[in-house]
Each structure stands twice: as C-alpha cells, then as structure tokens.
C-alpha cells in the first residue's frame, strides 16, 4: 500500500528558503499533491503569505496544522491506517523523489545524498509525536517509526531498509543544509530536469541550445515572468529574425539568424522555467506550439522572400513555393500524427503510442528532425552569403520528410497487424 497521508513540517529553518522560484516547503506540498497522495497537511502555525499564495495560485488545497497536535484530527480525517509520510520543509524534492518517498517500501526513515534525514514514515497514533520531534529538528522516536515499518512490511525481511538514500536513481530528495546553499539546489533541479528531457531534444539543443538556456533560465527564475510570457519573448525574436532573413542586406540577414538562435534558447527557456516552477498548463503546452508553427512559417516565408527580392536563377521561384508549401505540408503531418496526441496526452515530450501515428522511437527521431537544427546551418549560409543554397536543399528536404512520415503512417499499422497474425 502507497502512503496516502504527508505531512510537510514548514517551520523548520530554511522552508522558506526560494529554489527555482518556489519555496521549498511550498514546492514540497506541491510534489505531493502531484505524485497522487491523498491527503497532505502544512505544519505552519501561521499560514504565512509565502506558503500560502503558491499553493493556492495553483489550485492545490492542504490541510493546515497550526500545532503538532492537530495532526491527530488530520489522521482521523484522512481514514487511513497505514503509516504516514512527515517530510522536512526545507528539503527540495521533484516528482521523481516524491513518488519514492511514498512508495510502499519497508523504511522507517529516509536520507539525503549527505546523509541527513530528511523524512520519515509514521503510524496515526504515532502522528502527533513524530510531528513535534520533526518540528523541534530532531529525528522521531525510534519506536513510533519502527511500528510503522512492520505495519508495512512485517517480518526479518524488512530490517536493512532503515534509511535508503533517495537521490540517485530515484528522484531529487536533498536538504538544503546537504546542499550548502539554494543556488546549489537550483543547478541540482534544473539538471535533474534537464536529464529527463535529453532523450526527446534535438541533436544540437542537447549539445548547444541547453547549454545556453541554462544560465538564462536561472535568470527569468528570479522574475515574475510567466512560461508563457518566455513564450511570447521566443516567438517575437522569432519573428524578428525572419523580418531580417526578408531583406537583402548581408549585415541584416546575419543579425536576423542570430535573433533565430535567441528565439531557440527562449523556447528552451519558457518550458524549463515551467517545469522549474511546477507551472505546466495545457494552456501553455498550446501557446508554445502555436508559436513554433508561426515562427517556422515565418521564418521560411521570409528566407523566400529575400531570396526573391534578391533574385533567383530560373526556377528559383518555383523553389520558393516548393519550400514554404513543404514546410506546411510537414508541419501539418507532424502535428495530426505527433503534437496533437501529445497535448491531448498533457505532455509535449510524450512519446507517442495509442492513437498517433507511430512509437516512441519514430517520435524521437521524427521531432528531432522537426526541430530548429537547420538555424545554425542558415547562419553558416548567411555568413557565407549564400543562403539560396539552403533555399534549394529544404523545398526537396521538407517534402521528403513530410512524404516519408505519411508513408511510414500507412506502412506502419499494416506491418503490425502482420506481424500480430498467425
């Protein structure tokens, strides 16, 4: 049985501390809520203003512990018998480290990396006095945590397990004082999240494009600038970029594509300052879409039309057309059999299945290849100055990959009720 009850005990030192735009204690509630426990209480005497507002920005209803002593109603209330969690507040913990700390396992205590402890599973009746020896920054009794662990494994089995350490492999479960500081506890999020959006970036967004987000994301963290305001910064340098791919100055068209490239980091940026902030949206899933069909079009209507402006050899119009038509014919496939079961997922790193057009490693490579790679090969071009060499090799490209996925899409499913027959 997975725990159903959590406690985050906030008045410990340090739960206030502000990592990645949240507090910890407050990012603690909010992990919870999101791994599926049931019921989760804040120890907060006071329901400070800190606390209080990112747990209700976020729609996320606790219940509030004035005292030790209320977590007893708390128990009643919850139902449950089996032991609960009573996790410090100043310890940072993502998804991943909170699905551990509730998950059905026979411990009495968890550590951190450094080996401090950090939270501990306990019985209802055992509720009240763990809570005061959390809250006074002590460990609970000793008997109240190992009655929960035979509560939950009984037998010689479960001796051994007293204090798993929670960080590698399984999640980020790590106190501030383990840290030594909340920038580093920051550089330790964002690389954990950046470890679990590796697999489906871009070849150049995982060697270049992260690398630069980086530092600017841990700069808009510190604001109050919204995802989707990140959004809306990416695709207006987008669009400048493709204003300046529109003439026929060098200088320009060199400036234009380095705008491209700060639009590519703040796309990076606008999702790892959500996924930071536990402010992901279907909403905001959308805008981010949207905005890479408008800054692609964009970018590819405006490379057509300098290069006209410019002039062409014969055919070079009809190359042109080719290219735009291409990238809307691809953009097209991509979204019907990739994005759209996606966000109706709720995820835009899903992997595909079910009702898309193909599995997981399709999707890869296909979003891979869809992606905003070529920039880097346009600024090379546009140094050169011979951006109509792109020109020609994208209208036969775009269409080869849009022909290449239909195919794929009707080949696929005849190949897989073939293989499933007798």
Do not use: N
């Not at 290069?307 to 097209?332: C, H, K, S, T």
């Not at 966000?343 to 999707?363: N, V």
């Not at 209208?395 to 239909?406: D, I, K, T």
């Amino acid at each position: 049985m997975a725990i159903a009850r959590a406690v985050v005990v906030a008045t410990l030192p340090g739960s206030e501390t502000v990592v990645a735009g949240l507090p910890l204690a407050a990012r603690a509630a909010l992990v919870l809520d999101a791994a599926g426990v049931e019921a989760v209480a804040v120890l907060a005497p006071d329901r400070p203003a800190w606390l209080r507002g990112p747990l209700e920005r976020r729609g996320v209803a606790v219940t509030w512990l004035a005292t030790p002593d209320d977590a007893a109603r708390f128990a009643d209330r919850a139902g449950e018998r089996g032991p609960a969690l009573v996790l410090r507040g100043d310890v940072l913990v993502d998804a991943a480290g909170a699905r551990a700390l509730t998950a059905a396992v026979p411990a009495t205590r968890f550590e951190d990396a450094s080996g401090r402890a950090v939270a501990w599973h306990c019985l209802p009746a055992e509720l009240v006095p763990c809570l005061r020896a959390a809250a006074a920054g002590v460990a609970p009794p000793a008997g109240a945590t190992a009655r929960a662990a035979e509560a939950r494994a009984p037998g010689p089995e479960s001796r051994g397990h007293e204090a798993p350490s929670l960080e590698a492999g399984e999640g980020l479960v790590l106190s501030l004082a383990g840290a030594g500081s909340p920038g580093a506890l920051e550089a330790r999020l964002l690389g954990a999240l950046a470890r679990r959006t590796e697999r489906r970036d871009s070849y150049l967004a995982a060697l270049i494009d992260r690398r630069l987000s980086r530092p600017v994301t841990r700069l808009f963290l510190r604001t109050p600038l919204t995802p989707s305001g990140v959004t809306l910064l990416s695709v207006a340098a987008g669009l400048v970029g493709a204003a300046g791919l529109a003439t026929t100055s060098y200088a320009t068209r060199v400036a234009g594509v380095l705008c491209l490239l700060a639009s590519i980091v703040l796309d990076c940026v606008d999702g790892e300052v959500a996924r930071a902030r536990l402010e992901q949206s279907p909403a905001g899933a959308r805008l981010d879409v949207v905005g890479d069909y408008v800054v692609h079009l964009a970018v590819f209507g405006g490379l057509a039309t300098g290069l006209l402006r410019q002039g062409l050899p014969p055919g070079g119009g009809r190359a042109a057309l080719a290219l735009v038509g291409g990238v809307g014919a691809a953009m097209l496939v991509m979204h019907v059999l990739f994005v759209r079961p996606a966000l109706r997922q709720g995820d835009l790193h899903w992997g595909g299945g079910g009702s898309s057009g193909g599995d997981t490693a399709i999707a890869d490579v296909a979003e891979k290849l869809a992606s905003r790679d070529y920039t880097y090969l346009l600024l090379v071009l546009a140094l050169l100055g011979h951006l109509e060499w792109f020109l020609y090799a994208a209208a036969v490209g775009s269409w080869v990959f849009a022909v290449a996925l239909l195919g794929y899409r009707l080949v696929a499913p005849a190949a897989r009720d073939a293989a499933a027959s007798p």
